[in-house]
C-alpha cells in the first residue's frame, strides 16, 4: 500500500540523514555546503542553488530583525507571491506554491551548521508524500557570529497526504532537534547548561513533542580541556531508535575567578591578575580568594597608586596564601601588594616567600606600602626592601610601610626587612606610624631588620612612631643599624608627639639594648628575660587588649623557649 511504500521511503530518509549528521558537508562556497547536504538525499526533491534567494537572504539578513521579519523581506524581494503555505505545512501544499524557511545557527563551522539546519527540516522533508514532486533552492551566508540558512521549496506536483497510520505499523522516533535562548559561551571547568535549550523529537506520522531535559544526554558535560568551538552532542532514545542533533558553543580559557554581587571570587593566578587589573581602574572592587594562589613567574604591580586612586574596597584571602609575590622595581612610588588602601580593608591573608625590592621607592611593605584603612589578620614572610636613593626618609615594614590615620591589627611577619637609605624607618610590622593610626596585637618573629643608612629609626614592631599608638605587641629579632642611630627592640623612634607605648615586650638583640631607641620613653616596651616570663608578658598583653576592646588574644603553652601565638 502506499502509506507502507512512504514508511519505507521514510526509514530510508531518516538513515541518510543520520549519515549526513555524522558525517562532513561540501568543502566550496557556503551555499555549496548546505546544497551538498541536501543533493541526492530525497528522491522527489530536485536541489539546486539560487543567485536571487542569496541576494535576497543577504540584503533581508543585513536588515537585520527577527526571522519572521527577515522571511517577509526575502518573499518581497523575490516576489513569491504564491507562498500561500508554511513550511511545516509543505506536504498539503497545491502546485506552484511556496514554502520558505529560515534558520540561524551560532558558530564558526560551516558545515556544523549546514548539519543542524538538516536536523531542523528533516521532519518535514521527510513526511512529504513519495508521490510528490517537488524543488528546493538553498542559500547559507555568513552573518553576526554565524550562519543564515534558507530554503525555498516549490511545489511541482502535489502529493496525496498521509491517511490511515495504523495500516503502517507502529509510529517511530525519526529525528531530533535543538532550539531555544541557551547558554553558547563557557569557559574551561564549567559544565555545558541545558537552561533554555529546547530538545524536540519527531516521529514518523508527522507529530512532534519536547523531550524532557531527564530523558536526553549531553556530550560533553563539562569542558574539561577543550578551547574553541566545541561541538555538544544531544542524544536521545526512544525504543531501539536513538537520534543526535549537535550545537556548536565555544569555550574559552579558565579566567581563574567568578563575580558574585560585585565581588571577584579567585581561584588562581590569572584571576587574580584579572582582578588587579580591575581594581586599578575601579578601587572599589572588592576580591576574596577561594583558594592558595602561586604568582611565581608573574609580573606584579600594586594596585593603588596615590592617595587618588587608593584602594577602597574589601580584600580578604579567605585565610589562603599568595605566595611568591615577587617586586623588582626602581620606580618611586608605593610598593606592596597594594600600593596605598584608602579607606578599604585587607583582611585575613597569608603572604608567603613575598620578595620585594623597591630601592627607590619611599614606601614599601608586604601587604601595603601606605596604609589609610584597616590591615587585619595578615601574616607574611620572605624578604622586604627598599629606602635607596630616596629624596627625604623612607618607610619599609614588613606588613606596611606607612600607616597614616590606619589601623594594623592582629598582623604578624617572620620577613627579613632591610632599609638601604638615609633617614630611613623600618619595623618588623610597620616602617612608619603616623596621626591617629594604630598598630595592635601583632608581632615580629625570627626575622632580621637591618638599617645600613644614615640617621635610621628601626624597631622591631615599628620603626617610627609619631602621634599614634602601638597597642599589646611584642618582637624576637635583631636589628643592625649604625653605632649612632636610633633602634628599639619595640620601637626605634618614639618622637614626642607618639603616645606611650602599652603593654608591649622585646626579645633579641639592638645596639643599645633599648625597648625604644630613642629612650625617650620606654613605659610599656618591656624585655622578656631577667625576671619577665612570655607567660606573664602574654597576660598583660590580652588585658590591655581586653581593656581596649579588641578581639584578638595572644597564647603561650608555658615553655619560655617558645614564643606567644595569636588568635582572635
Known amino acids: 500500500m502506499y502509506l507502507k511504500r512512504c514508511m519505507a521511503v521514510l526509514l530510508s530518509v531518516a538513515l541518510a540523514l543520520c549519515l549526513v549528521l555524522t558525517g562532513c558537508g561540501g568543502s566550496g562556497p557556503l551555499t555549496e555546503v548546505i546544497l551538498d547536504l541536501l543533493d541526492g538525499y530525497y528522491k522527489n526533491i530536485a536541489v539546486d542553488s539560487d543567485p536571487d534567494l542569496e541576494k535576497a537572504l543577504r540584503e533581508a539578513v543585513d536588515q537585520g530583525g ?22 511545516t505545512g509543505l506536504g498539503d501544499g497545491r502546485q506552484g506554491d511556496h514554502a520558505l524557511d529560515v534558520v540561524f545557527q551560532l558558530g564558526t563551522d560551516p558545515d556544523a551548521a549546514a548539519r543542524q539546519a538538516m536536523a531542523e527540516w528533516s521532519r518535514i522533508f521527510g513526511s ?92 560533553p558535560e ?48 590569572d584571576g587574580l591578575m584579572a582582578w588587579a587589573a580591575a581594581a586599578k581602574e575601579k578601587p572599589s572592587i572588592s576580591c576574596t580568594l577561594t583558594n592558595n594562589i602561586d604568582l611565581k613567574e608573574r609580573t606584579w604591580t600594586p594596585v593603588g597608586t596615590s592617595a587618588t586612586d587608593g584602594y577602597t574596597g574589601i580584600f580578604d584571602g579567605g585565610n589562603y596564601a599568595i605566595t611568591n609575590l615577587e617586586i623588582y622595581t626602581s620606580e618611586s612610588s608605593y610598593q606592596g601588594l597594594f600600593g596605598y588602601v584608602g579607606s578599604g580593608t585587607v583582611k585575613n591573608l597569608k603572604l608567603e616567600n613575598v620578595s620585594i625590592t623597591a630601592e ?42 606607612g600607616n597614616e590615620g590606619g589601623e594594623v591589627v592582629g598582623c604578624s611577619s617572620t620577613a627579613s626587612v632591610t632599609a638601604n637609605g638615609n633617614s630611613s624607618r623600618v619595623g618588623g610590622v610597620v616602617g612608619n606610624n603616623m596621626i591617629n593610626a594604630i598598630v595592635a596585637a601583632c608581632y615580629y618573629e625570627t626575622g632580621t631588620i637591618i638599617a645600613s643608612g644614615s640617621d635610621t629609626n628601626a624597631g622591631g614592631v615599628v620603626g617610627r612612631n609619631n602621634g599614634a599608638q602601638v597597642v599589646a605587641c611584642y618582637a624576637s629579632c635583631n636589628i643592625t643599624t649604625k653605632p649612632d642611630y636610633k633602634a628599639g627592640g619595640v620601637v626605634g623612634y618614639n618622637d614626642k608627639y607618639g603616645s606611650p607605648l602599652e603593654a608591649c615586650y622585646w626579645a633579641g638583640s639592638n645596639k643599645n639594648g633599648f625597648g625604644v631607641g630613642n629612650n625617650s620613653n620606654h613605659t610599656g616596651a618591656t624585655k622578656v628575660g631577667d625576671g619577665v616570663t612570655w607567660t606573664a608578658a602574654v597576660e598583660d598583653m590580652n588585658a590591655k587588649l581586653s581593656e581596649e576592646d579588641i578581639s584578638w588574644k595572644f597564647a603561650h603553652n608555658g615553655d619560655e623557649s617558645s614564643l606567644p601565638t595569636l588568635s582572635n
Open 222 to 269: 563539562k569542558f574539561e580541556n577543550q578551547v574553541g568551538d566545541v561541538t555538544v552532542t544531544i542524544t536521545y532514545t526512544e525504543g531501539d531508535v536513538t537520534k543526535t542533533a549537535t550545537v556548536t558553543v565555544h569555550v574559552g580559557p579558565d579566567p581563574g575567578y567568578t563575580i558574585e554581587g560585585g565581588t571577584y571570587m579567585v581561584y588562581n593566578a
Open 128 to 219: 512529504l508524500p513519495s508521490d510528490g514532486q517537488y524543488e528546493a533552492h538553498v542559500s547559507m551566508v555568513e552573518e553576526n557570529g554565524g550562519y543564515y540558512v534558507a530554503v525555498d521549496v516549490t511545489v511541482v506536483k502535489a502529493g496525496r497526504s498521509n491517511q490511515d497510520d495504523e495500516e503502517d505499523g507502529p509510529v517511530v522516533l525519526t529525528g531530533i532537534s535543538v532550539s531555544g535562548d541557551f547558554k553558547t559561551k563557557y569557559h574551561v571547568g564549567q559544565p555545558f547548561e541545558t537552561d533554555g535549550m529546547v530538545v524536540t523529537a519527531y516521529y514518523s506520522n508527522s507529530t512532534s513533542k519536547p523531550v524532557p531535559v531527564t530523558d536526553y544526554t549531553v556530550s
Open 360 to 401: 627607590n621607592s619611599q614606601y614599601v611593605g608586604a601587604v601595603a606600602g601606605y596604609n589609610c584603612g584597616r590591615i587585619e589578620n595578615c601574616e607574611v614572610s620572605g624578604s622586604v626592601s627598599g629606602g635607596a636613593n630616596v629624596s627625604g626618609a623612607s618607610s619599609v615594614g614588613g606588613v606596611a610601610g
Open 66 to 87: 527577527t526571522k519572521e521579519e527577515i522571511l517577509a523581506r526575502i518573499i518581497n524581494s523575490m516576489n513569491l507571491t504564491g507562498s500561500s503555505i508554511q513550511f
